[in-house]
């Protein structure tokens, strides 16, 4: 086993390394670069917007004083291409298997960094990614001849055969699905994995109802077509004289583990797919060589499979949810065979057959508790109900028509999909009103190793194959032991303690003050497109994994959209006490909480109140700032509430985009406590525009937080504000860098923990 552990270090290593090699050099971020290759993936179509992966061939640049080693140059690039300059707003068609010429520019793959967030950062590397970047389509400043060209139609290989056979699926299924289809994505998904074009209003509802994993190529997908292709050979072997050649059970067996080859490629090499697929594969090779396995040893290849090609593949949530589902069925429901052929009635095994179908769906639900937890902060509370009506249509209508009209010719693809999206569209109107109730999913903090092991331990107890009825006193008792995961978070701070979180947001604000029983939220960072903003893809996802669903008070620096994008979408799934800030009358945010009948207060210089022994003290706007129109014709910068959180021993500023003119005024105003250590939030993201010395000199923070986006188009923090702080001796924390921060005051004690540095640290261990 030592051994076995050791080989598999190594192996895991040296597949790391080769990968780490491909990284962007961070000297060619932002450098124009014109690359050669070829489309090796299933490019994605998007209203504005066309992203694709590149595998680069050759790299060249203008610039004669850099020098590229394309051995250590990425291998596969990550593409957006948008409407350029000179009015280009057709986007061209690509297809895998084209070969390139492309103007572009790249940055190394970089992402946000929180806690209980996504890791874009892993995910590039899992994909084998090098980097991210755009092209520069009849961009100002490049040579003349440096426009995108069409080298070549298709480039013969095997990954641009299976990826181009997956886009003639997928356009075949558009074409033929019904005219403006609103399901024609799951359809896709279905079919052949890709899920790009399901809206985020569909995966809310699937997601809240349970039913998200019916929504992708899942091992029943797999096994049903190995089944059939399974028995299709073996009626077609036993003709003749064929058996006496080679033996029917095992043709079909081979002939099964083909088909489900085939389709786990054209669906994308999900890992759902490729465990069925192996397990399949295993089976056959047992059949071949006269052997008899178990179900957990099949179990067991099809795991070391695909640990063995892809050692990554454990960092998601697919390998864990996948191989645990099928674990728990195979340790609780051995050798259930149901009642014999004979001497019972119809009614009999129909009622047998739904209760056996009942308990593998209780065992999945139970066994993959705590993954879930762990993985999405959520449990789905009417996921039985649903499922058991989603399965039987999703699984036995939906995902078999849906295949079929991919591949059958007109018009019968089209009555095969239409058939498929109506019933889609009926399981659709009965989970919508499902997915609305309050009570529909429990959120839930993400459980840490002691409370998963425990939880474990006690479900494997509950799940114990046997009769129910006979045990069912001890599967309570082992049931108890999931309670665990259901106990919020405790805070424990003690009273004149806080704990401030400065989330890593890009460029804009969002930062967590949490006192003994209280919590603020000040802004809410950036809106990013009219679908995403950094309240459901940042901010919400921390706040649900640490158990948190009520914030006492939400604070609105001004209205610019880098602070306020994410404010209703956190509004939807959060519950806060009031709202501050500097807003006029008739902004959206003030509308929205009138309707959800918050309380509303202007923020205004002199405000103070205390919570569990910290004081909260506004500096900024002026007293006379109310929320009507006549004070915010002015710029909206100017007007920023900056806020002062303050303990016995430490305070936090918290500063907006306030600029010189408002520094002026609470310079004027502050007088610094003997032996009080500060941290300052660098006001405007470093903008020129702020961080003046006055304000510098009167505040004499001991650290500083930049929160800015990587490689920002501002260049924030600037150069000049910068140097003002090291001329002062001030470090500058910045997120892009470190990640979220969390500052913890208690006492005198002062404790800094930077999630990029304890998230790579996990990683790499």
Request: glycine residues 8%; hydrophobic residues 45%.
């Amino acid at each position: 086993m030592c051994v076995l552990f050791i080989l598999g270090f190594i192996w895991s290593g040296y597949l790391t390394h080769q990968r780490i090699q491909n990284d962007l050099p961070s000297y060619l971020e932002g450098v124009p670069l014109l690359v050669e290759g070829v489309v090796d993936g299933l490019p994605s179509q998007g209203n504005q917007s066309l992203r694709f992966s590149l595998a680069v061939e050759s790299v060249v640049t203008d610039d004669e004083l850099i020098q590229i080693d394309f051995q250590h140059f990425p291998k596969r690039l990550s593409l957006g291409w948008y409407p350029g300059w000179r009015g280009e707003t057709v986007l061209p068609e690509i297809r895998p298997g084209q070969r390139w010429r492309l103007p572009v520019v790249l940055k190394r793959a970089h992402g946000l960094m929180n806690p209980h967030g996504f890791d874009f950062e892993r995910w590039m590397f899992q994909q084998n990614l090098g980097a991210t970047g755009s092209v520069k389509a009849y961009a100002k400043g490049l040579p003349r001849s440096w426009q995108p060209k069409l080298i070549d139609q298709f480039d013969l290989s095997f990954t641009t055969i299976v990826e181009l056979s997956r886009w003639h699926l997928r356009e075949r299924i558009k074409k033929s699905a019904p005219e403006n289809a609103p399901y024609v994505g799951v359809l896709i998904a279905l079919v052949m994995g890709e899920q790009n074009a399901i809206s985020q209003k569909d995966w809310r509802v699937f997601n809240a109802t349970g039913i998200g994993h019916l929504i992708s190529i899942s091992g029943l997908h797999v096994t049903m077509l190995a089944g059939m292709g399974a028995a299709l050979a073996n009626r077609l072997w036993r003709r003749r004289s064929l058996p006496m050649i080679c033996p029917a059970q095992k043709v079909a067996a081979l002939s099964g583990f083909a088909v489900a080859l085939i389709y786990t490629w054209l669906a994308g090499f999900q890992i759902p797919a490729q465990r069925t697929m192996y397990m399949v594969g295993v089976v056959a090779v047992a059949l071949w060589t006269n052997r008899i396995t178990r179900a957990f040893d099949i179990w067991w290849w099809a795991l070391f499979i695909v640990i063995f090609l892809d050692p990554w593949a454990a960092y998601t949530p697919g390998f864990w949810l996948s191989f645990g589902a099928v674990a728990a069925i195979l340790f609780a429901m051995p050798g259930q065979d149901g009642l014999s052929e004979y001497g019972y009635s119809r009614s009999q095994k129909w009622w047998q057959s739904f209760k056996e179908a009942s308990r593998v769906q209780a065992v999945v639900t139970i066994a993959l508790l705590p993954l879930t937890l762990y993985w999405f902060s959520q449990v789905s509370v009417v996921s039985p109900l649903a499922n058991a009506f989603a399965i039987p249509l999703v699984s036995f209508i939906v995902t078999p028509f849906a295949m079929l009209g991919a591949v059958l010719p007109e018009p019968l693809s089209h009555a095969s999909l239409w058939v498929a999206h109506t019933c889609m569209e009926f399981v659709a109107w009965f989970l919508e009103p499902m997915s609305s109730w309050f009570w529909s999913v429990a959120y839930l903090p993400q459980p840490n190793l002691f409370v998963m092991v425990i939880s474990t331990l006690g479900i494997i107890y509950a799940i114990r194959p046997g009769p129910l009825l006979a045990s069912y006193r001890g599967r309570l008792l082992g049931l108890c032991c999931c309670v665990p995961l259901v106990w919020t978070k405790s805070n424990d701070l003690t009273h004149g303690d806080f704990k401030v979180t400065v989330l890593d947001i890009g460029q804009g604000t969002a930062v967590l003050v949490e006192t003994q029983t209280k919590r603020l939220l000040y802004d809410t960072g950036p809106k990013t497109s009219p679908e995403s903003d950094a309240g459901d893809r940042n901010i919400l996802p921390f706040l649900r994994g640490e158990g948190i669903s009520y914030i006492d008070r939400l604070a609105i620096s001004h209205k610019d959209t880098d602070h306020v994008g994410g404010a209703l979408s956190l509004m939807k799934s959060i519950e806060f006490g009031d709202l501050l800030g500097t807003l006029p009358e008739w902004h959206f945010l003030l509308r929205r909480t009138r309707e959800l009948k918050i309380p509303s207060l202007p923020c205004k210089a002199g405000q103070t109140w205390s919570w569990d022994g910290v004081l909260f003290k506004v500096w900024h706007p002026g007293s006379e700032m109310t929320f009507d129109a006549m004070h915010h014709s002015g710029k909206p910068n100017a007007l920023s509430c900056v806020i002062e959180v303050k303990s016995q021993h430490y305070s936090f500023w918290l500063t907006g985009d306030v600029e010189k003119g408002g520094e002026a005024i609470i310079a004027n105003e502050y007088k610094r406590s003997e032996g009080l250590a500060s941290i300052l939030l660098i006001p405007h993201h470093g903008s020129a525009t702020s961080s003046s010395e006055t304000f510098l000199d009167a505040l004499q923070p001991n650290w500083a937080v930049a929160q800015a986006g990587y490689r920002n188009r501002y260049r924030h923090p600037n150069a000049k504000v910068v140097g003002r702080y090291v001329e002062r001796g001030i470090p500058i924390l910045e997120t892009v860098h470190t990640g979220a921060q969390v500052w913890e005051f208690r006492g005198r004690e002062l404790q800094r923990h930077h999630w990029r540095d304890l998230h790579r640290r996990s990683w790499h261990q």
